[in-house]
DNA sequence: TGAAATGCGACCGAATTGATCCGAATTGGG
DNA sequence: CCCAATTCGGATCAATTCGGTCGCATTTCA
């Protein structure tokens, strides 16, 4: 019940996209160096993002990250599901198959769950995030 | 984003022993075969949900198990947390420490997120599920 | 055209999880 | 009152996944 620190980076790391893709392109090691997460591990997690088509990737000198959609069009929900794959709280809702078959009577209740699950990352905006704590980075 | 196997089993025991537990105690093993779950993984999950308060072991011969409250006051979130710990999304919220600590303008969205998917969790119940699919398997 | 910068992919190590085994405690029967 | 069977509890070991690191192909500016 703790989604994994790729996750969590994730998140952080599109926050400060948000912040500072103001108007033009930011690197991945520049992102790392403002988040403080490890260069690689930042790498690795704007790789799968921009698979994801979260963010949109250039290649070559000067290039960078930037956001593929508006802030405010990004949720958490989004970003989780870029990293960790649908949002299903049991293996069994994806494969289908439980290694316990029997009548697994709790496999009903499990969709409500989920949705539940994921409303709740849903409500929680791209852009409601890079609003709430620009800190002391404020910038004009 | 997925909880551990562990907590999908010990949803199933739960389950089974609200519904075998009608008036006497029944045994880890018993428990074992009638969800498929292997021996001692039901026994540690046992040992876990006993620990936590949920079940009710009994020791020697003729022993057993029996849930320690009725089931319509257990709920998914109940049992989640005997076995993952407190439901938090984040490692933040409960080391209070982020290794990326910055202004971390995540941090104050996650209790709303942590409270909507434990309100999802408790508001399935140990009855609900038990009474969902009883022995007899309906036609798929 | 050349060179530098960037993103992309693959490899390796570490940690948590999951499964197994053995021991201690308790009760029922003789 | 003693013995034995059955049960839970904890400790140990292997496996899968996650996290971190490194090297390379691609692409753009000078």
Redesign the interface.
């Known amino acids: 019940?703790?989604?994994?620190?790729l996750?969590?980076?994730a998140?952080?790391i599109m926050?400060a996209t948000a912040r500072k893709c103001g108007g033009g392109r930011v690197s991945a090691a520049d992102l790392a160096l403002?988040?403080?997460?490890p260069v690689p591990t930042a790498q690795k997690i704007v790789s799968k993002l921009s698979a994801a088509g979260l963010l949109r990737s250039t290649r070559g000198a000067g290039g960078g990250l930037q956001l593929a959609r508006p802030a405010a069009a990004i949720s958490?929900a989004d970003i989780?599901e870029a990293i960790?794959g649908p949002?299903?709280?049991?293996?069994?809702i994806d494969t289908g198959d439980c290694?316990?078959?029997?009548?697994?009577?709790?496999k009903?209740?499990w969709p409500?769950?989920n949705a539940?699950?994921r409303?709740?990352?849903a409500?929680?905006s791209l852009a409601?995030?890079?609003n709430?704590?620009?800190?002391?980075?404020e910038m004009a």
Do not use: F, W
Not at 34 to 37: K, L
Not at 87 to 92: E, H, P, Q, R, T
Not at 100 to 106: A, G, M, Q, R, Y
């Open positions: 019940m703790r989604l994994s620190n996750a969590d980076y998140i952080v926050a403002e988040t403080g997460i958490m989780v960790e949002i299903a709280l049991v293996s069994c290694t316990v078959d029997h009548e697994c009577s709790v009903p209740h409500q769950v539940a699950v409303g709740a990352l409500a929680v409601k995030i890079a709430e704590a620009p800190a002391q980075k």
